[in-house]
């Protein structure tokens, strides 16, 4: 039976040249791979201008090319926009599949939000998926993807998945990150805009369940109600024992069935996930306080941020011979803990990006180094580049996102300019980002059209654009 991993992991570049409109694999000349203008599945003014005035200020033309081509993608390529109910209402696929995750629309989306105040579009489109989003979570808040309606055929993979599945749900693999994101998106608009339209009685309601969702998967009393198995080959695929997962000492932690990979934890204890739900629950909080002057749910969303960051610093940090502790990747409250990073957001390489550490917390920089070391299996050096992987990719695969986390985390210049090279000397001739690539040959890679990785090298190159300039002017 076909997985998601069977129709993503598609190695070369044998479908480059049909895979998206004008899309070419001879990378002979730095001509845009943008869609026509007129088979763009959105155009926001705000971007195009922001667009122009970044890439006018990189030096090398390929790197430029990379941005013009990676930056507005996620817009030109996956969002679909309409009205439900007669207000806003957005779809954003995660490119090569016709299905939204929640994780993916929110991180594809972010680098676009500081423009929305002075773009109305723009503005309309992200009130829509905030919208779309909380239609998600009060559909199902342990699925992960989503159709665009329940009409839709259900994804070849999951027709046999052993769980409650709903009409409209795409996969329900149970991801504490999945919850996490759609708060940080609103939260980050909020903050952006000002505008509070999008939080109505409904995104209300749905923030309500992700906090009772939360509870439900600490297991403080029982295992919960969410179950899920799958036939498969891969072990990383399905749930063990019944569908609930390898067994946990439950501490207070929230508990992660899968990971931002959509592949099956091994503890349930997933640390990063927990410290962003601890980042998240303090988001809500203050939204809670100041848009709905609900101090009692506030209060509820902060101190569950307290009981989640107490047990996971009690639980998730490891000390290796020379005794500076570093966070654990997952754990499982017996004593056992695993030390691995993985490419996803969250993971290691990623707590200070999401706002779950100061990028000079001595932790995070210990957890930093550790990950891109031999110390995580995880971590490759090949002959095209050196960055850490994903057991979903499999070992000796790199993947851009990782490399673009490290560079986003590092105020070191040198660094930085081994990232830009990496990253512009990896894309096997294509334009655009992949999931992943074979450390010593590039050209074998998989997802030619993954609008996240894309989204994410646009935000470096903003990024670098305001506090390392010169490391962008540079020829």
Not at 224 to 239: C, H, K, N, V
Not at 348 to 363: F, I, K, M, N, Q
Not at 448 to 473: M, T, Y
């Amino acid at each position: 039976m076909p997985t998601r991993r069977d129709v993503l992991h598609v190695f070369g570049a044998a479908l480059l040249a049909t895979a998206l409109p004008g899309f070419a694999a001879d990378g002979a000349a730095f001509t845009s791979r943008r869609p026509p203008k007129a088979r763009r599945g959105f155009v926001s003014a705000a971007v195009e201008r922001q667009l122009a005035r970044i890439k006018a200020q990189v030096g090398d033309p390929e790197l430029a090319w990379l941005f013009e081509n990676c930056y507005p993608n996620t817009l030109d390529t996956t969002v679909q926009t309409g009205t439900r109910d007669g207000k806003p209402d957005t779809f954003v696929i995660t490119g090569d599949i016709e299905a939204m995750w929640l994780r993916d629309s929110s991180a594809q989306v972010h680098s676009y939000i500081p423009l929305a105040k002075q773009d109305p579009a723009l503005r309309r489109m992200l009130h829509g998926l905030i919208r779309r989003q909380s239609f998600c979570i009060r559909l199902d808040p342990y699925a992960n993807a989503f159709l665009p309606d329940d009409a839709t055929q259900r994804l070849k993979w999951s027709v046999n998945d052993i769980t409650e599945m709903k009409p409209g749900v795409g996969e329900r693999k149970w991801e504490v990150d999945s919850l996490c994101y759609p708060i940080r998106l609103a939260h980050a608009y909020w903050r952006a805009t000002g505008d509070t339209a999008p939080f109505d009685d409904d995104w209300r309601e749905a923030m309500r369940i992700v906090v009772r969702t939360f509870r439900e998967q600490q297991r403080l009393h029982d295992r919960g109600p969410y179950t899920f198995q799958r036939p498969s080959s891969l072990a990383t695929e399905t749930l063990v024992l019944g569908g609930y997962g390898q067994p946990t000492r439950p501490n207070g932690m929230i508990h992660s069935m899968f990971r931002p990979s959509d592949d099956a934890c091994v503890y349930p204890l997933f640390v990063p996930a927990n410290l962003f739900a601890v980042t998240v629950l303090r988001q809500l909080a203050q939204m809670s306080r100041t848009i709905h002057h609900d101090r009692d749910f506030a209060s509820e969303c902060s101190a569950l941020a307290e009981q989640v960051e107490k047990a996971t610093r009690q639980h998730g940090l490891m000390r290796d011979a020379d005794g500076q502790a570093f966070w654990a990747y997952e754990v499982d409250g017996y004593g056992n803990q695993l030390f691995i990073d993985d490419a996803n957001a969250p993971g290691l390489l990623s707590l200070a990006y999401l706002g779950c550490c100061e990028r000079d917390d001595p932790v995070f920089l210990r957890s930093r180094q550790l990950a891109w070391s031999d110390r995580n299996p995880y971590f490759c050096r090949g002959r095209a580049a050196e960055g850490v992987g994903s057991p979903h990719s499999g070992l000796r695969t790199i993947w851009p996102m990782a490399i673009i986390q490290y560079a986003l985390a590092s105020d070191d210049d040198t660094q930085i300019s081994r990232c830009l090279h990496w990253l512009k000397t990896t894309h096997a001739g294509t334009g655009f980002m992949h999931e992943a690539f074979d450390q010593d040959d590039p050209a074998k890679f998989t997802r030619d059209w993954f609008a996240w990785a894309n989204s994410l090298f646009g935000e470096l190159v903003i990024d670098l654009a305001q506090r390392k300039p010169h490391l962008l002017r540079k020829v």
